[in-house]
């Protein structure tokens, strides 16, 4: 059974990403905790929420946040979700059906993203929504080198 322990984060669609950066540094008054080229993240007070210029973000995306992400994926695929990877053009496709992007520690089987302190997955439920899920781990970062 899958077990959420929280509300994660939401990821917001963002078409011009440095305008959005913009409006929500001004707006929260500090600067992204992360930045990429098609992603930014605000931290503070235990909420994160994310910006993306990925083309298959059209909506607010929540990322529930689950203790295991493996056992989470395979309960929602036997509830009838659809695991999902992001493909090289920055679109959206079932896994399997089109090679998933490079470079972004993406398990081609299941679509489940390993990334610096978290793994992620997105799927699309049995109604067309997409239901994004995320497990905290941690990380050692290297010690300082200054």
Same mark, same amino acid.
């Given at each position: 059974m899958a077990r959420v322990t929280g509300f994660g984060n939401v990821v917001l669609p963002a078409r011009d990403l440095p305008a959005s950066i913009a409006?929500?540094?001004?707006?929260?008054? &500090?600067? *992204?905790?992360?930045?990429?080229?098609?992603?930014? !993240?605000?931290?503070?007070d235990g909420v994160e929420i994310g910006l993306t210029a990925a083309p298959w973000v059209?909506? *607010?995306l929540v990322f529930w946040t689950v203790q295991d992400i493996e056992q989470s994926h &395979?309960?929602? #695929?036997?509830?009838?979700?659809?695991?999902?990877?992001? $493909?090289?053009?920055?679109?959206?496709? +079932? #896994?399997?059906?089109? +090679?998933?992007?490079?470079?972004?520690? %993406?398990? *081609? !089987?299941?679509? %489940? #993203?390993?990334? *610096?302190?978290? &793994?992620?997955? $997105?799927?699309?439920?049995?109604?067309g929504n997409l239901i994004a899920i995320t497990q905290e781990v941690p990380v050692d970062w290297p010690a300082d080198q200054s």
């Open positions: 409006a929500w540094t001004a707006l929260l008054g &500090r600067q *992204p905790a992360f930045q990429s080229d098609d992603f930014a !993240a605000f931290s503070g059209d909506h *607010p &395979r309960t929602l #695929v036997a509830a009838g979700a659809t695991a999902m990877t992001e $493909v090289a053009d920055g679109t959206l496709a +079932e #896994v399997g059906t089109a +090679e998933a992007a490079e470079g972004d520690n %993406i398990d *081609p !089987a299941t679509g %489940i #993203v390993d990334m *610096p302190g978290a &793994r992620l997955a $997105v799927l699309k439920a049995a109604d």
